[in-house]
């Protein structure tokens, strides 16, 4: 291969030539855009304000000035002639996060003046840009729902009370403050004046449940002088909400979810004890207690201060089986301490409430008659002796009875065998004999042993001369009516202390 040596002269002369001579004018500003972020919402128009970053240097390389050596960003008006008018053209279009390299030529920066001892006449100027925020003074809130619970039976107006959680940060990301990274949340009153404009706005119209991005102009925020510490001046905020709570000082309980069973003969009133089960949650669903995982039914009085004021009103005026969800404002609830471990302070409450059964200190037994024979001709009185088939009813499942449960008895009578008087456990069908003592007897000795007095009674048993109390061991009634015959306890019954029970000064269950 063969080369001609003098062009390839003149191209080494030509090479040498661009790589010494001086910078090519520029007609107007080159941009070329280092980072670029993923998403752009929005780009800088004429007009906007914005906050950014930058390195100015020389086109070798040499600095001339730098907001980061300031730790402050630079603030100003796009569009405006608050800049060189290169930096104006520049700006318009970026995004925040954005980084651009900038060549700015002379016209449009400081010209043949130049700016003091700092920039020379006639300077090409290249500033490394970082923009952090963008807004402009019509800006007024902006909110963005992403996610919406799937029930908003109510959503924040105008002096309610919420609590929610938020992670604050700058345009740029930059986070400021968390509520998370305390564990604990934002409780606050709405549209009155207590937070910042921005966000007084931005929650109006939220469901619990609901997660919005609440961006704000620092005209909505903390203005020209920012917070004082993390936020800067003339910062745009941006508020990622998720609302857990929701009250109104003016809300007393709400009923909701009632399930009444078809008989409902009854219904509880202030003072009645009342037996139930229940889940209790959040308003945003999370759960604090539950008597079902205790396996045991709450207890109380109702209408007497037992238990917190919603509650008490909640539960008046249910049936037994009745099923409710009874949601309660903190102020009749555990108010703005809370409990102190699982019931946060202000917290709105949730039960889901099953009535088990309830009863009154007051009542009586209630009897209804089921089945009834068509001919009846005795009926049981107290004192007799009966026999019968029972079912015992109650809402638990089988198992242990539990306190203070109402008891429900399906009864089927049997038999029955009428009683005794009240107070005698034995009593004569015949007259009683005169020489009672002599009879028992047997041996003649005026004495009544044990043995003597048993075979006497059993036989006037026998014989349907006499009868024992039904449904009692008969040698435990006739062994309890010679011990109170025999009156000095040395087990034999004289003469002298032997008596029937009409001759007793003292009612004794015996003759």
């Known amino acids: 291969m063969f080369f001609n040596k003098g062009v390839l002269y003149l ?32 780009a800088v128009k004429v007009g906007d304000f914005v906050r950014y970053h930058y390195i100015g240097t020389f086109p070798d390389g040499n600095k001339f000035d730098s907001s980061y ?45 130049g700016y003091g001892n700092i ?110 510490s993390d936020i800067p001046g003339q910062a745009s ?14 809300d007393g309980i709400t009923v909701t979810n009632q399930v009444v069973p078809e008989s409902c ?12 089960h229940y889940n209790g949650s959040l308003l945003d669903g999370t ?33 037994i089986g009745e099923r409710r969800t009874i949601t309660i404002p903190p102020h009749l609830g555990y108010g703005e301490e809370g409990t102190g471990t699982k019931i946060p302070g202000s917290a709105v409450l949730v039960f889901d409430v099953h009535i088990i059964d309830f009863h009154n200190p007051s009542d009586i037994t209630e009897i209804t008659a089921t089945f009834k024979p068509d001919e009846c001709d005795r009926q049981t009185k107290k004192g007799d002796f009966v026999k019968y088939h029972y079912n015992l009813l109650f809402v638990r499942p089988a198992g242990e009875v539990p306190g203070s449960a109402v008891l ?28 009672l003592f002599s009879e028992m007897d047997k041996n003649s000795d005026k004495e009544v042993e044990p043995s003597e007095f048993t075979d006497y009674i059993m036989r006037q048993v026998t014989e349907g001369k006499g009868r024992l109390a039904p449904g009692f061991d008969p040698y435990r009634i006739i062994d309890n009516m010679f011990s109170n015959q025999d009156r000095d306890g ?19 269950d015996e003759l």
């Open 237 to 250: 905020l941006v508020f990622d909400v998720v609302l857990l709570d929701l009250h109104n000082p003016r």
């Open 265 to 276: 003969t009854r219904k509880t009133v202030s003072g009645d004890f009342v037996r139930y």
């Open 408 to 435: 429900v008895f399906d009864i089927e009578l049997v038999d029955m065998e009428e009683g005794l008087p009240e107070g005698y456990m034995f009593i004569w069908n015949d007259e009683v004999s005169p020489d």
């Open 119 to 228: 920039i020379p006449p006639d300077s090409i100027l290249h500033f490394d840009v970082l923009l952090l925020d963008v807004w402009n003074p019509e800006d007024g809130v902006q909110t963005n729902t992403y996610h919406t619970p799937s029930v908003c039976s109510r959503k924040v107006e105008v002096s309610d009370y919420v609590r929610y959680h938020y992670n604050g940060t700058l345009l740029d990301g930059t986070l400021f403050d968390s509520s998370h990274t305390r564990m604990r949340t934002y409780d606050t009153y709405v549209g009155i004046g207590w937070l910042i404009a921005g966000m007084d706005q931005g929650l109006l119209g939220m469901c619990v449940g609901e997660r919005r991005i609440i961006t704000m102009p620092p005209s909505l925020g903390y203005g020209e002088n920012g917070d004082g």
């Open 69 to 113: 050596d300031r730790g402050s960003t630079y603030n100003v008006f796009v569009g405006k002639k608050q800049l060189i008018e290169g930096m104006d053209k520049a700006l318009v279009g970026m995004c925040v996060n954005e980084r651009r390299l900038v060549k700015i030529p002379p016209q449009l920066a400081y010209g043949k003046q």
């Open 287 to 319: 759960f604090f207690d539950s008597s079902y995982s205790r396996n045991r039914t709450y207890d109380t009085y109702v209408g007497r201060g037992y238990v917190i004021a919603g509650m008490d009103e909640g539960l008046i005026g249910v049936c």
């Open 11 to 42: 191209s080494v002369l030509v090479t040498f030539a661009a790589c010494n001579a001086p910078p090519v004018p520029l007609d107007d500003i080159l941009i070329e855009k280092t980072s670029v972020p993923e998403q752009c919402v929005r």
């Open 490 to 508: 040395d087990g034999k019954i004289t003469e002298a202390e032997f008596k029937l029970k009409a001759d007793e000064a003292a009612a004794h």
